[in-house]
């Protein structure tokens, strides 16, 4: 079966059991001359097609390399009608440990990694506000998967990617331009970019969230979180503690339905 870099669900059993994929049909009988790559619609599923054809659970088309929807990916590596659906926006998302910061978009940034301030919001032009957006599917763990968007850059969303190796932690979290994402056979594909949200599970924390991404190289999640000595947004892997929760202000609205942390 084709290569796929996704972290959504396993495709293994159409490989055992579906029909063999359909060759690569051209991109214009399906609307692919220009896939959607933004924040209300991602059409790369993750899959590739380099070397064989996409496979057929996927409901996609070999476009340039890359297994591409007509309509949407979804967190399960297919394609799908339905939009992502916003969940919230406008709001902002404070440290549970450096409870006087805040997460900020830092695109014009030399590496674009995400940082926290304390400066009045209003000095920082909307650079520390937020959208989230859930995405149709559900992962290979049965829960829903999301796009952590910039509020003023609407094509940015939040994603985790390694660091030079200098760095504290061996990953970050990082602004990405989707329709940059979209165009380049990336060896994450769009796995560090949808991302696991969840409810804190513990009472000291209630209405707090953990931000990461499953990440296959990992072999476990990625969660974005402060630590001493810098204002950075790094990547732990394993649990990040208070530096790893997230306050959304205002809090999402009841109809968010986030899960909760494991």
């Not at 998967?145 to 910039?150: M, N, P, T």
């Not at 892997?237 to 790893?244: A, C, D, I, W």
Request: aromatic share 12%.
């Amino acid at each position: 079966p084709e290569a796929s870099s996704l972290g959504g669900a396993s495709l293994a059993s159409a490989a055992r059991g579906a029909p063999a994929a359909a060759p690569a049909r051209n991109a214009s009988l399906v609307d692919l001359d220009s896939p959607t790559y933004d924040v209300k619609c991602f059409a790369y599923t993750g899959g590739t097609c380099v070397t064989e054809a996409c496979n057929a659970e996927r409901k996609a088309e070999c476009v340039s390399g890359k297994c591409v929807c007509s309509g949407c990916a979804g967190a399960d590596g297919t394609c799908h009608d339905d939009t992502n659906k916003l969940v919230a926006s406008g709001f902002y998302l404070k440290n549970a440990k450096y409870d006087q910061y805040k997460m900020y978009f830092q695109r014009v940034s030399t590496f674009g990694q995400l940082s926290t301030t304390k400066m009045w919001s209003s000095l920082n032009f909307d650079q520390d506000k937020f959208s989230i957006y859930e995405l149709p599917g559900k992962g290979e763990d049965g829960k829903p998967e999301y796009f952590l968007g910039s509020y003023k850059w609407s094509d940015y969303v939040v994603g985790f990617k390694a660091t030079t190796g200098t760095a504290f932690s061996p990953f970050a979290a990082y602004a990405v331009d989707l329709n940059k994402k979209g165009k380049l056979l990336s060896i994450w594909g769009p796995s560090n970019i949808m991302l696991n949200v969840c409810r804190s599970n513990k009472a000291s924390h209630q209405g707090g969230l953990q931000i990461g991404a499953k990440i296959s190289a990992t072999g476990g999640n990625i969660w974005a979180y402060v630590h001493g000595g810098s204002w950075f947004v790094y990547g732990s892997l394993s649990s990040p503690g208070e530096g790893g929760i997230w306050y959304p202000d205002p809090p999402l609205p009841a109809t968010a339905q986030i899960p909760e942390c494991d």
